[in-house]
């Protein structure tokens, strides 16, 4: 059975960063994409970015292209999404799922694997 734990998330005031992680287990790591979704109250949910773990093909959503960065540690079993130069539009949860696909211009409909989410509020 796929796991997925997220964590890192935090208050955080406008232009400061956090780094979120997601422990992925139960799963052979370098066969699969993870990515991030968040869901702020009364938004819908959001593709925020994924990253195939083979070849760590990667995207961004355009509103968080240039400040952050999604990486991997095969090692880990673990994602990692940094976020730099946090907005409130930012605040949301924050999920880690698997993906089917994950290209530079597409990130698939994510599969039925969620973690529990991790809180990110961005104060103003």
């Known amino acids: 059975e796929v796991q997925l734990v997220e964590s890192g998330g935090g208050l955080v005031q406008t232009g400061g960063s956090l780094r979120l992680s997601c422990a992925a287990s139960g799963v052979t790591f370098d066969h699969i994409a993870i990515a991030w979704f968040r869901q702020a109250p009364g938004k819908e949910r959001e593709g925020v970015s994924c990253i195939k773990i083979h070849d760590g093909n990667h995207y961004y959503a355009d509103s968080v292209e240039g400040r952050f960065t999604i990486s991997k540690d095969s090692a880990k079993n673990t994602v990692y999404l940094q976020m730099n130069n946090l907005q409130p539009n930012d605040s949301a949860t924050y999920y880690c799922?698997?993906?089917?696909?994950?290209?530079?211009?597409?990130?698939?409909?994510?599969?039925?694997?969620w973690g529990q989410g991790t809180q990110v509020t961005v104060s103003s």
């Open positions: 799922t698997t993906v089917a696909f994950c290209f530079a211009d597409y990130l698939g409909q994510p599969e039925d694997h």
